[in-house]
Nanobody
Framework: EVQLVESGGGSVAAGGSLRLSCTAS????????MGWFRQAPGAERAGVGV???????GYADSVKGRFTISSDNARNNLYLEMNDLKPEDSATYYC?????????????????????WGQGTQVTVSS
């Protein structure tokens, strides 16, 4: 069974750091597109960053320079290093992995129609 499991969320004061992890299991292929998304209460799900099959990474403007995405070569693990956290970064963070034939790998979660999603991990940043 294909599964994505996030971990590493928690509560931190503004300016602090957290590292989220996403472990993928059950895959028989390397996903061509993996990413991190977040959703705050009452808000739409928003892309944080994506890793494409060619290795390029795209970030949302709101996190550029503060967040870093990385993965192992097999894409079994995806990480999100978050520095200089702000209260507006508070949200549930989700990991997603697209199916083997995905051709779009951008930050609009609506384009991820074939993706698997993790259950999410909560990040709370206090001012």
């Amino acid at each position: 069974e294909v599964q994505l499991v996030e971990s590493g969320g928690g509560s931190v004061a503004a300016g602090g750091s957290l590292r989220l992890s996403c472990t993928a299991s059950g895959y028989t292929y390397i996903s061509p597109c993996m990413g991190w998304f977040r959703q705050a209460p009452g808000a739409e799900r928003a892309g944080v960053g994506v890793v494409r099959k060619d290795g390029t990474i795209g970030y949302a403007d709101s996190v550029k320079g503060r967040f870093t995405i990385s993965s192992d070569n097999a894409r079994n693990n995806l990480y999100l290093e978050m520095n200089d956290l702000k209260p507006e970064d508070s949200a549930t963070y989700y990991c997603a992995a697209e199916g083997p034939y995905a051709s779009i790998c951008e930050l609009n979660w609506l384009d991820w129609s074939g993706a698997r999603w993790g259950q999410g991990t909560q990040v709370t940043v206090s001012s």
